[in-house]
């Protein structure tokens, strides 16, 4: 049998959560198939610790970005020091970064002010974003169209929380999805979204340490859990789960420029 192989695009390995046994984590990961982690930065200090872990890791690359939760002393200064950040050969992504009006811990002029400054960075750089949104799914996706009619930009809106209406905005926009693992909590409306979103623009992630797949829920989440998401992908979409791996694994690869002999390094 061919081992099953899967990127997790989106972890936050440098969190105090991992102190105690980040190395073990990364190793269980990549022994468990998970040949792609991409870690995401929340602020400078956590986007340039994502730098350092993926300097010193095979298989593991960097977004930089300020989460809209921490964007509130943002200044253009801060943003161009990301973009310097963002030259390193193991950056493949801006983010994360977006608008939370549910939380609403930054104030909503300022994340609005960050996101325009972070669209603008992406898509001069010609790097994907990787977006955060919460109760702000329209004027996202307006500032999105926004910036994507000034020239190309790529992306994904990670642990989707919209409806189908936005899924499809989403996709008519040329964006990638990635469902966190609250896919499998009891009671989810988000398999009904999932039905409508193609397995061509699906990406994987856990968001480790958070919102762990049953029957983790509630305990701290790594990478090696994301085997229980794509398997409830697989099941929602009706597809075996080695096509559910194969194709996100190529979205991953596509999306982030990873090198295509992830795929071909299998034993
Ligand atoms: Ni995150």
């Not at 702000?136 to 409806?163: I, N, P, Y």
């Not at 009671?187 to 699906?202: D, I, Q, T």
Request: with cysteine; proline share 6%; charged share 30%.
């Amino acid at each position: 049998m061919p081992r099953l192989l899967a990127v997790d695009t989106h972890v936050h390995l440098d969190f105090e959560a991992f102190d105690p046994d980040r190395e073990e984590v990364i190793l269980r990961a990549r022994e468990n198939g998970i040949v792609g982690l991409l870690n995401v930065g929340i602020d400078l200090r956590s986007s340039e610790a994502g730098i350092r872990l993926a300097e010193s890791h095979e298989g593991v690359w960097a977004a930089v970005g300020v989460h809209p939760h921490d964007v509130a002393e943002i200044t253009t200064a801060h943003v161009e020091a990301l973009g310097e950040a963002a030259k390193h050969p193991k950056v493949v992504a801006i983010g994360e970064v977006g608008l939370d009006f549910y939380r609403d811990l930054s104030p909503r002029e300022k994340q609005r002010e960050a996101f325009a400054w972070f669209l603008e960075l992406a898509r001069e750089r010609q790097l994907p974003v990787i977006i955060h949104t919460r109760a702000a799914h329209k004027e996202t996706l307006e500032m999105v169209r926004r910036e994507s009619e000034k020239g190309l930009l790529r992306g994904v809106f990670h642990c989707f929380s919209g409806d189908r209406e936005v899924a499809e905005e989403v996709l008519g926009l040329g964006f990638h999805i990635s469902f966190c693992g609250n896919l499998t909590y009891k009671n989810s409306r988000l398999a009904e979204v999932l039905r409508f979103v193609p397995l061509e623009r699906l990406l994987l992630e856990t968001d480790s340490p958070f919102l762990p797949p049953e029957p983790h829920r509630g305990k701290r989440n790594e990478p090696v859990y994301l085997h229980l998401t794509a398997r409830k992908i697989a099941e929602v979409k009706a597809v075996p789960l080695s096509e559910v791996l194969a194709r996100t694994t190529q979205n991953a690869i596509e999306l982030f420029g990873l090198p295509p002999s992830l795929i071909g390094e299998g034993d």
